[in-house]
Nanobody, 122 residues
C-alpha cells in the first residue's frame, strides 16, 4: 500500500486548506486511514481517521469542530478539510493506513506516506 499526501501550503490564521491522500495498492474502504501531524520539536500526534467499510470517523480534540475527514471510494482517496486554522496547526501532516487496526487513529498504523507541510502564519 502506498500513500501520497498533498495539499499543504502557507495559509493565514483563520484560513482553510484541504489535504488529499491518494491511495494505491488497496481499496480505500478496505483500510482504516487517516491523518496525523508532527510539529517541529514535538511528537507525532493523531488528528482524524476514518474506518473500514462503514466509514466511521474519529477526531482528536484538536480537530473537533474545525477539521473534517472524508473519503472518496471512486477516487480511492481520503481528504482532510481544515477550517479556522491556527498557528498551532503548523506541522507536517501525514496520512497513514492499516488493514486491521480500527478507525481511532492508532500511531501504529502499518503504512505511512510522506508528509505535506502546513504553515499557518500571517
Amino acid at each position: 500500500v502506498q500513500l501520497q499526501a498533498s495539499g499543504g501550503g502557507l495559509v493565514q490564521p483563520g484560513g482553510s486548506l484541504r489535504l488529499s491522500c491518494a491511495v494505491s495498492g488497496s481499496r480505500v474502504d478496505h483500510l482504516a486511514i487517516g491523518w496525523f501531524r508532527q510539529a517541529p520539536g514535538k511528537e507525532r500526534e493523531r488528528v482524524a481517521c476514518i474506518g473500514v467499510n462503514d466509514g466511521r470517523s474519529w477526531y482528536e480534540d484538536l480537530a473537533k469542530g474545525r477539521f473534517s475527514v472524508s473519503r472518496d471510494i471512486a477516487e480511492n482517496a481520503v481528504y482532510l478539510q481544515m477550517d479556522n486554522l491556527e498557528p498551532e496547526d503548523t506541522a507536517v501532516y501525514y496520512c497513514a493506513a492499516d488493514p486491521t487496526l480500527g478507525y481511532m487513529c492508532y500511531l501504529t498504523y502499518e503504512y505511512w506516506g510522506k508528509g505535506t507541510l502546513v504553515t499557518v502564519s500571517s
